[in-house]
């Protein structure tokens, strides 16, 4: 049995759609791994990010706060060092703390509570990639997203991404096996957060090939004409530049089939932490989700930045003693998983209230039941203005003052094809989740303070790049001076210290 305080592992991926995961990875997915977790595990069928684009939902999901409490608002706005995250609570209530892999943190602090970091951070830690709503429509070409992700799927058996979750894996066990040697009494908390199955779509063949004869390499939703879309599917559209690339139906198939081959790969990496943990016989609370989703084709729509299903819903699984194994349908967010964390790690959840808009899913581990809705915020690429949404039931509610209001029944519609905001039989419903977004958001206030973080931002970015430049990038530092062997050490001790098990 686990302690009071036991050790915890959370495995982060990037852009698994969490309608690849019904109850669990889909049956059809080849993730033993993953399904073995499952199997063990509290899975949230109905889990949704913060906002759907990588920083503004990591940085939600650190904090158990929305963008608009972080001010995380896209992939280049600074995670305050002020906010606490789990890893701060944690290791103020005696844990050690540590991280391998993708955060997406910007700004000088590039720890955010970890004691350790293991490697640095796949993409840019400055103000570069900033959005600038005075400016609608305009593209930034060397770093939005493009069409080029589709055209260009295919078989690789290196590339960058490949290269840094290896790295990710190979740090993550290497510090499991450290730590099953004991040289720290104090629990621990490891993340480990890899980049895929993020695009580009690009596999390695062993796991492309598991894919050959799959029945998922068509989207269920045809695209849908540009004129037929919403306007921010347009606008979204329009930010990819999808006009300038002729999309075939292989180039979509290919696409997809190394999403999944991707997943694959992501199941092994899991698989290999997994290993380690069991066979250094340790035991540990363990959290499997995702930032955001991928949209993957479905209605024509790639990447994520929206709020339908595809984008906004992730995997989420908890395995812990105190949770039932079993399928939660009410939909939660990934911003109460640290609140969870903490609960389970027993803290005194007084201390983590006040800096949470998250909610406790233990609870729901135990058959209890949630009502409060789920909320999500957008305000990066793509958008001119914020955006918000209210998941709550069976329904979803969409907002942004740019554009109509959209009402979802997704229980009666999962593919969100039938907006009911017009529809005078749901007035009632759209009266009530519109007077629950008005005593959540300002939507004003809300603007105004994107717009001058972006304004701010953008003076700042040139000013740091004029003259001498220093980068905010994490340096991974290795003591080489106190690993394996130095004179300074008795070799005996050495060996028997670094020993797991002794004595066998």
């Known amino acids: 049995m686990m302690s009071k305080s036991p050790n915890i592992l959370v495995i982060m991926v990037d852009q698994l759609a969490g309608t690849f995961f019904p109850d669990g990875p889909a049956e059809w997915l080849h993730t033993p791994n993953l399904k073995k977790l499952a199997e063990r595990s509290t899975r949230f069928e109905n889990a949704y990010c913060a906002s759907p684009l990588c920083a503004p939902a990591r940085a939600a999901f650190m ?16 995670f305050a060092s002020s906010i606490p995250t789990y890893a701060h609570h944690l290791r103020r209530a005696g844990y050690q703390t540590c991280l391998s892999g993708k955060m997406h943190f910007v700004g000088p602090d590039q720890l955010h509570g970890f004691e350790e970091r293991l490697t640095t951070d796949i993409y840019p830690a400055d103000f570069g990639w900033t959005p600038d709503y005075r400016k609608p429509g305009e593209r930034i070409d060397w770093w939005y997203h493009n069409m080029g992700s589709v055209t260009g799927a295919g078989v690789a058996e290196i590339t960058n991404q490949l290269e840094y979750d290896d790295e990710v894996a190979y740090n993550a066990c ?59 599917s347009k606008r979204l559209m329009d930010s990819t530049d999808y006009k300038n690339f ?33 066979r250094t016989r340790q035991e540990a609370v363990i959290v499997f989700l995702s930032d955001h989703g991928d949209m993957l084709g479905e209605r024509g729509m790639w ?11 992730v995997p989420l699984m908890i395995s812990a003693p105190n949770m039932t194994p079993g399928k939660v349908t009410a939909p ?17 959840m007084e201390n983590v209230a006040p800096w949470t808009d998250g909610h406790s899913l233990v609870p729901l581990g135990q058959g ?7 909320f999500m915020e957008y305000a990066a690429e793509g958008s001119y203005a914020p955006m918000v949404s209210i998941v709550e ?30 529809d005078p039989a749901y007035a009632e419903v759209l009266a009530d989740l519109k007077a629950k977004s008005d005593a959540q958001w ?63």
Not at 181 to 209: E, I, N, Q
Not at 338 to 348: H, I, N, R
Not at 397 to 416: M, T
Not at 487 to 503: A, W
């Open 63 to 78: 904090a158990g706060q929305l963008p608009s409490n972080t001010k995380v608002y896209d992939n280049a706005a600074e």
């Open 303 to 313: 990447f994520k930045m929206s709020f339908y299903e595809g984008s906004a819903r």
């Open 442 to 504: 300002d939507m004003v206030r809300f603007d105004l303070e994107v717009r001058q973080s972006q304004a701010r931002r953008w003076v700042a970015y040139d000013a740091l790049r004029a003259g001498k430049y220093e980068p905010w990038d994490f340096q991974p530092h290795h003591d080489a001076t106190n690993r394996y062997m130095r004179n300074h050490m008795d070799l005996n001790v050495v060996e028997e210290n670094q020993r797991f098990p002794r004595g066998e």
């Open 174 to 232: 290497r510090k499991l096996y450290d730590l099953a040697r004991g040289h720290d009494a104090r629990p621990w908390c490891l993340t480990v957060s890899f980049t895929h199955p993020h695009d580009p779509y690009v596999a390695r063949k062993k796991y492309w090939d598991l894919y050959e004869d799959c029945a998922h390499l068509e989207p269920q939703i045809a695209p849908i004409p540009y004129d037929d879309q919403d306007t921010h």
């Open 393 to 422: 039931g069976r329904f979803k509610y969409n907002r942004c003052s740019l554009d109509p209001d959209q009402l979802f029944d997704l229980e009666a519609d999962p593919h969100e094809l039938t907006d009911l905001a017009d």
């Open 332 to 348: 939660v967010s990934a911003i109460d998983v640290t609140p969870t964390l903490c609960d389970l790690a027993g803290v005194d």
């Open 246 to 278: 002729d999309i075939t139906d292989e180039d979509v198939r290919k696409s997809r089939r190394a999403y999944f081959a991707n997943i694959s790969y992501i199941d092994d990496k899991v698989g290999e932490i997994l290993d380690v943990l069991e």
């Open 368 to 374: 209890q039941e949630r009502t409060a809705p789920v």
